[in-house]
């Protein structure tokens, strides 16, 4: 069965650190790959989207990036984290680019930058 | 583009109450319609989804959700609340087969709460 692992599942960084959190996907093969955020009260939003390798689709301008180094790796970073990059991020992953897949989502990371 | 409207950004049922979640959707493509749930600082997982056939839709937990095309709406129902049932839930769409990658586009979200 396929397994999505992230971490670290908590996180505590100030203004102006870099972050990085990691999500592998277990049991399939080149699946598609997302990152969403959740920030308090409010619903998903979708960040970064990954359909192979190398190949990354940003929704949304900001301060983070994304890579997928790996087929069932994706890793979204930050250089100089901001106040407004706290959050509940998740990563997800579907089958492929069929919208009627489910997508699986991770446990999430909480971010809190101070 | 799609997007999504919840309506009521809290419910509250007592235990065995009907559930009832709101979401009406807006779609210039066929839309492929998704309910997720999310327990407190868990992830999300799938209660039901809409994709083509059957307009009515059972899930798991005893949920289910009718698409209509007329009205734009994909409402989830429960006939009895359990208090296990204290979640928030997403209604979330997709651009049917036009949506590349398979993204989903997710409304703000409703808190249930079960009374006992």
């Known amino acids: 069965s396929q397994t999505i692992h992230q971490w670290p599942a908590t996180l505590v960084q100030p203004v102006g650190s870099p972050l990085s959190l990691e999500c592998t996907v277990e049991g399939t093969s080149n699946p598609n790959l997302y990152w969403y955020r959740q920030a308090a009260g409010r619903g998903l939003q979708l960040l970064f989207y990954s359909v192979g390798i190398g190949q990354i689709s940003s929704e949304v301008p900001q301060n983070l990036s994304a890579s997928r180094p790996q087929d069932r790796q994706f890793i979204l970073s930050s250089k100089k984290l901001l106040l407004s990059d706290s959050g509940f991020y998740l990563c997800?992953?579907?089958?492929?680019?069929?919208?009627?897949?489910?997508?699986?989502f991770g446990e999430g990371s909480w971010l809190t930058v101070v | 583009a799609q997007s999504v409207t919840q309506l009521g950004s809290h419910v509250s049922v007592s235990e065995g109450a009907l559930v009832l979640l709101r979401c009406n959707y807006s779609s210039s493509v066929p839309p492929y319609l998704f309910w997720y749930v999310q327990y407190p600082n868990q992830g999300l997982q799938l209660l039901l989804k809409?994709?083509?056939?059957?307009?009515l839709v059972k899930g798991i937990n005893g949920f289910e959700a009718e698409f209509k095309k007329s009205e734009t709406s994909f409402h989830l129902t429960k006939p009895s609340a359990h208090m296990s049932d204290a979640a928030e839930y997403f209604c979330a769409v997709t651009g049917g087969i036009y949506n590349q990658g398979g993204k989903l586009i997710f409304g703000q979200g409703t808190e249930l709460s079960v009374k006992p």
């Open positions: 997800a992953w579907s089958a492929d680019g069929y919208s009627g897949n489910t997508i699986y």
């Open positions: 809409y994709t083509t056939g059957a307009t």
